[in-house]
């Protein structure tokens, strides 16, 4: 039997239906005051988001979009609130006054939690199913707290968003691991000012038919009391099953796309024909087939306006940020400030790079049991294809070390989500070449989280990467791309040359609270490759750390030289490191050799002091040096430390081709090398 709101249930959703309608006429309204900055509104979505909302407690979780006012206001976020981020205010609850309205990020008890996420539309799929699967493997584990209540996610989600191929990823891995999921689509008919007819070739509900687990209901999202059955339905469905809900729901489209993108610019008779399903006046004569009165209903509206007037008037006497803020919140505080634990134990054996990061890692699953480890090919037999999860899997689990489909997308998307519900996941891209198809989720949804939520969802995620050249790789498996990575504020980019560094910044970087690249040199992973014996070190005792942002000089100067002013300074990192100390094998005591080891954040202090020894630099990447992270820092040491130079600071790089050809002769001709390197080290010194 449907489940039936009962007369208290009624009355708040009718008076906060009203309170939504009385807020987008306000908006509109006062819109010279109210659209400074863009917003949407719930017009015509009110009744299947309050239906939604009065399902949920707060240890569930909900991913929302920008058009969810009215969904919020069901959860019991009050209009002041809401008008604070309309408004960009400093006491805005969810930002501070630095997004959108309706993009709402939220911890507070009796309140379902809400992490950030992006305007992006459908991104949010892949993340909210991320707080599913972590919710899934905690309470496998026995480490969910909140299992007697069985929480579930919620993501609501829009009808165009749903062709995005992102969201498919979301499906896939929800019904693949029968996730506790409510995905709730909104389907109006329209995008932008593109029809459903234009856009889809099906609507969502057809859709979600092709995803075999996936259980489909379908609503009046005009109607409250059928939303709310459906949604109850949906819900309970969840709690009691674990696995995933698709609610697919028409609703009328009744205020603009956007406070941007008006209405009456683009909708004609297809406007009026949406009208007459506004939910508003339909609730209301349903209230009164149930037995409530106009005048009580009349006082409900008399209510919700009061409200809204009286909540505007506050908000936009309300201060502003203080600018001086600006800055606070790009990344939470780290946990590791200074190296610790044993570097070279005594009696302990020399460990090449990729075991290095294995026992890393294999430290960390044993002593977090938050802790997981996926992404393609890390589980089962293979465990990665260097190898670098071997055994993991029959040691920890398929739940804790298991393969994803090629979704690069979710896999590090996935992670917000993860991370948002106490989790703390490890994951891999096979190789760098194939890090793009994740670069929407990397900028959008992890970088901004803690900035744009005022710090209260940084995102802890550790992201492996295998990067560089190794001899013959070929176009899709030699590439280098952390000049990229470090265009994206709100990331942290680690590149270890050796197997202690390694394993020392590999526990750093999962320590710390927000998002870490590590970059791994496929070419240094077995030191095979001649001039990178080095590469294999005595392997640190479990538990050390290297922080991240700390330099390192992996070789001095001589005095001698340092006082004869014949010296200079090779800026490094990476193979680079070997590449300089091949090459300066051939100038001994004249080539100090500085490891950044941590890209971003940067020791700069480090790069200076340095810069200030020598007089003399050699800024040396694998990457092409075009517009390069290397270029960047030659121009910035440049720009601080010019009166110091005795010399233009010097770059080297591969050449600046789209891609490293196949044939290793090729490849040579492109990529430094020892030799190139000795030869710019020369003219340097000569200088």
């Not at 940084?458 to 791309?481: D, F, K, N, T």
């Not at 070997?578 to 050799?593: C, D, F, M, N, R």
């Amino acid at each position: 039997m449907a489940a039936h709101p009962d007369r208290a249930t009624l009355l708040r959703a009718y008076r906060l239906m009203q309170t939504s309608a009385a807020m987008a006429r306000l908006y509109e309204e006062n819109k010279a005051v109210t659209a400074k900055y863009v917003h949407a509104t719930a017009r015509g979505h009110e009744a299947i988001q309050l239906a939604a909302a009065f399902q949920l407690l707060e240890t569930d979780y909900c991913a929302l979009y920008y058009r969810d006012d009215a969904f919020m206001l069901g959860l019991g976020i009050t209009p002041y609130e809401l008008m604070l981020q309309l408004m960009a205010k400093r006491d805005d609850p969810f930002s501070g006054g630095r997004t959108y309205y309706s993009h709402p990020s939220l911890r507070r008890p009796g309140v379902p939690v809400i992490p950030h996420q992006s305007s992006a539309t459908g991104m949010q799929a892949i993340p909210a199913t991320g707080m599913a699967h972590g919710l899934h493997y905690l309470e496998g584990q026995g480490l969910l707290q909140t299992a007697e209540q069985q929480p579930v996610v919620l993501c609501s989600i829009g009808d165009g968003a749903m062709t995005e191929g992102e969201v498919a990823e979301a499906l896939q891995m929800a019904v693949l691991h029968q996730l506790p999921m409510v995905y709730l689509v909104q389907d109006n008919e329209w995008g932008i000012s593109a029809t459903g007819r234009e856009m889809r070739a099906m609507d969502a509900y057809e859709f979600a038919a092709g995803f075999k687990g996936l259980h489909r209901l379908h609503c009046d999202g005009a109607d409250f009391v059928d939303s709310f059955a459906t949604m109850h339905a949906a819900v309970q469905h969840v709690r009691q099953t674990r696995g995933p809900v698709l609610v697919h729901a028409k609703c009328p489209l009744l205020g603009h796309h956007t406070s941007g993108v008006r209405r009456e610019w683009y909708r004609g008779e297809d406007l009026t024909q949406h009208q007459q399903n506004d939910p508003l006046p339909r609730f209301h004569q349903q209230l009164l087939t149930e037995g409530f009165t106009e005048g009580e209903l009349g006082y409900a509206t008399a209510q919700a306006q009061t409200t809204v007037q009286e909540d505007y008037a506050r908000a936009l006497a309300a201060p502003n940020p203080d600018p001086a803020t600006f800055t606070d919140h790009e990344f939470a505080p780290a946990a590791v400030t200074e190296e610790a634990g044993e570097r070279s134990p005594a009696g302990a054996d020399k460990a090449i790079m990729v075991d290095a990061a294995l026992h890393a890692v294999d430290d960390i699953l044993r002593e977090f049991p938050e802790a997981l480890f996926y992404g393609q090919d890390v589980g089962g037999e293979l465990g990665g294809v260097f190898r670098e999860a071997a055994l993991l899997a029959k040691k920890y689990g398929d739940a804790r070390v298991f393969n994803t489909p090629i979704q690069e997308a979710y896999i590090v998307g996935s992670t917000a989500g993860m991370s948002a519900v106490g989790a703390k996941p490890i994951v891999e891209i096979q190789f760098a070449d194939y890090i793009w198809p994740a670069l929407n989720q990397l900028v959008e949804e992890l970088s901004k989280s803690c900035y744009l939520s005022n710090g209260k969802f940084p995102v802890q995620s550790l992201i492996r990467v295998p990067i560089g050249a190794y001899g013959g790789g070929g176009p899709y498996h030699s590439g280098s791309v952390e000049s990229t990575l470090l265009t994206i504020r709100g990331i942290k980019v680690v590149y270890p040359s050796n197997a202690a560094d390694m394993k020392g910044l590999m526990r750093a970087a999962f320590l710390d609270p927000n998002p870490v690249v590590m970059l791994e040199h496929k070419g240094l992973y077995w030191s095979k490759v001649p001039g990178t014996e080095d590469a294999k070190t005595v392997e640190p005792a479990a538990g050390y750390v290297v922080p991240l942002g700390k330099a390192n000089v992996v070789q001095e100067a001589s005095a001698e030289k340092l006082q004869q002013g014949d010296t200079c300074v090779v800026i490094t990192y990476g193979m680079g490191v070997y590449w300089a100390k091949t090459a300066s094998k051939h100038l001994p005591g004249q080539v100090e050799i500085l490891d950044l080891r941590t890209l971003n954040p940067l020791d700069w202090e480090a790069v200076q002091a340095a810069t200030l020894r020598h007089g003399k630099v050699l800024v040396l990447t694998e990457e092409p040096l075009m517009n390069s992270f290397a270029e960047s820092l030659a121009g910035r040491i440049q720009r601080h430390c010019f009166q110091q130079l005795d010399a233009p600071v010097f770059t080297l790089g591969a050449a600046n081709l789209p891609a490293i050809a196949l044939n290793v002769e090729l490849e040579k001709q492109m990529l430094p090398n020892a030799e190139k390197v000795f030869a710019a080290i020369e003219e340097l010194l000569a200088y």
